[in-house]
């Protein structure tokens, strides 16, 4: 029983090796036992005879001159500052003729002052329109605009000085 074990796994190992003369020539060594059992060698790899896979890579190369860094966040650079909530309207030179109309505006964050006129560009808004008490501007973002009113706000009352 354990020769027949034998047997059927040395005809096993030699179908994996690849031919069936190794496997006769593996099962006439064990059966004879005056001969001495062979050795068996190390397979020698096929040759790759398959398509070979060709992989290219594309390269790119951006130059940076006197453009910004790709990497960097656009919420970090003041190419998107200051935003609207960041703006105070403080005083209006109104045109009626709507030609020659200047707003003052405080950036509330960095106390930076800016004064504009009609289509002038402030960080990614556009001034639209100068109106005696307002400022329209006109935002595109992501390819989309809108326009968005920046009114002077009354003083507070409760900051005023009284009377003596």
Request: glycine share 6%; no cysteine; aromatic share 6%.
């Given at each position: ?32 036992a005056a001969q001495p059992t062979a050795v068996a060698s190390a397979p ?121």
């Open positions: 029983m354990t020769r027949l074990l034998m047997i059927v796994a040395l005809i096993a190992l030699a179908s994996a090796e690849g031919g069936a003369q190794k496997a006769t020539k593996s099962l006439a060594a064990s059966t004879t020698i790899p096929a040759k790759d005879t398959g398509n070979k896979v060709l992989i290219v890579r594309e390269v790119y190369q951006y130059d940076g001159d006197g453009r910004r860094d790709p990497f960097i966040s656009l919420l970090t650079t003041s190419d998107l500052r200051p935003l609207l909530n960041d703006l105070k309207l403080v005083a209006v030179a109104y045109d009626p003729r709507g030609q020659n109309s200047v707003a003052v505006l405080r950036d509330l964050t960095s106390k930076t002052q800016y004064k504009v006129r009609v289509g002038q560009t402030i960080g990614r808004m556009r001034v639209a329109a100068i109106q005696e008490k307002a400022v329209i501007f006109t935002i595109e973002e992501f390819g989309y605009s809108r326009q968005e009113l920046l009114a002077i706000q009354p003083p507070d009352s409760s900051k005023m000085r009284l009377r003596q």
